[in-house]
Nanobody, 126 residues
Framework: QVQLVESGGGSVEAGGSLRLSCVISGRTFSTYGNGWFRQAPGKERTFVAAITLNGATTYYTDSVKGRFTISRDNAVNTVYLEMNSLKPEDTAVYYC???????????????????WGQGTQVTVSS
């Protein structure tokens, strides 16, 4: 069983920055990587970014490319999401995902993940 705990959410004005953290604990049989997803009010959960276990490969949804950066520090079992130039449309609950069944481009698909954090709220005002 893998546990994921997110932190770092909050309220900022447009153009501001936040850094989300996801601490990973417990056993995992997956060595593929982790992802960040978000869910805005009244909308489905969507992919934001993902990173392979060794950090060599990252994936981003088009709307955050150039603004968000996913990274990891395996020494402290933590995955980060650095968010810059935030926009009101980035407002959502952000979820960390782990223990995926498949790797590579499948890291961009939520149904392949077996473990989820509780989510952290990000609110961007105009």
């Amino acid at each position: 069983q893998v546990q994921l705990v997110e932190s770092g959410g909050g309220s900022v004005e447009a153009g501001g920055s936040l850094r989300l953290s996801c601490v990973i604990s417990g056993r995992t049989f997956s060595t593929y990587g982790n992802g960040w997803f978000r869910q805005a009010p009244g909308k489905e959960r969507t992919f934001v970014a993902a990173i392979t276990l060794n950090g060599a490969t990252t994936y981003y949804t088009d709307s955050v490319k150039g603004r968000f950066t996913i990274s990891r520090d395996n020494a402290v079992n933590t995955v980060y999401l650095e968010m810059n130039s935030l926009k009101p449309e980035d407002t959502a609950v952000y979820y960390c995902a782990g223990d995926p069944r498949l790797g590579g481009s499948y890291l961009q698909t939520d149904r392949f993940y077996r473990s989820w954090g509780q989510g952290t709220q990000v609110t961007v005002s105009s």
